[in-house]
């Protein structure tokens, strides 16, 4: 297995630190040719508007959608990345999205880059904790038939799964912490 992950702007950095210590074949996706070498796709934090202006000018936004809409291509988007996987996005300055994942999301909900922390998560089924990081975390807020909730915190949706795809509002990557990474790689 081939995991890609989005290296145009954000923290592909870090994810592709917890892929190297799991020992994954890891491919930075810059290309639509690079894209073609991969069986599954990491879509980073970072800047959600910059990113989507990357997607589109670097010509991956179309074969991204063209193969998830054939099911060969699982995503697992972390804060950013999953703002560009909802449907729709509320919040200043929304960008135009993938429209993938049947999620509505608030853009920066927890407030600015000041204003972020910390947190502790349970995986649903799981017995231990694991410490994530919201760093201008975007809220679901809303939830569409078929999306299934694998972890909460505060009573909000922070991890939720649809088919092939996998979203998060926080970052376990820079936490370190590999159980989202594992759950994406063996359950997606």
């Known amino acids: 297995m081939t995991v890609g992950v989005l290296a145009l702007q954000g923290d592909f950095a870090e994810h592709i630190s917890i892929l190297r210590s799991m020992r994954i074949r890891i ?3 810059r290309t639509p040719l ?21 997607l589109q000018s670097s010509g991956l936004w ?23 996987l909802a449907k729709h996005v509320t919040g200043k300055n929304a960008p135009q ?7 509505t999301v608030d853009r920066n909900a927890y407030g600015s880059q000041i204003q972020s922390f910390d947190r502790k998560i349970r ?13 201008r975390a975007p809220k679901i807020t809303e939830i569409g038939k078929g999306v299934e909730v694998l972890a909460t915190s505060g009573g909000n949706p922070v ?4 088919g092939q795809l996998l979203g998060a509002t926080f970052h376990s990557e820079v936490t370190g912490t590999p159980e989202i ?3 994406f790689l063996d359950a997606v």
């Open 159 to 162: 991890l939720v799964r649809q």
């Open 27 to 29: 491919v930075e996706v």
């Open 181 to 183: 990474h594992k759950l």
């Open 97 to 103: 999205t993938l429209q993938l994942l049947d999620v």
């Open 62 to 84: 179309q074969k991204i959608c063209t193969r998830v809409r054939k099911k060969t291509l699982p995503i697992f988007g972390t804060c950013a990345g999953l703002i560009l």
């Open 34 to 54: 690079d894209l073609e070498a991969v069986d599954r796709l990491i879509i980073p934090g970072g800047e959600s508007t910059v990113i989507s202006g990357l």
């Open 123 to 135: 995986l649903k089924g799981a017995s231990k904790s694991l410490d994530v990081a919201f760093i």
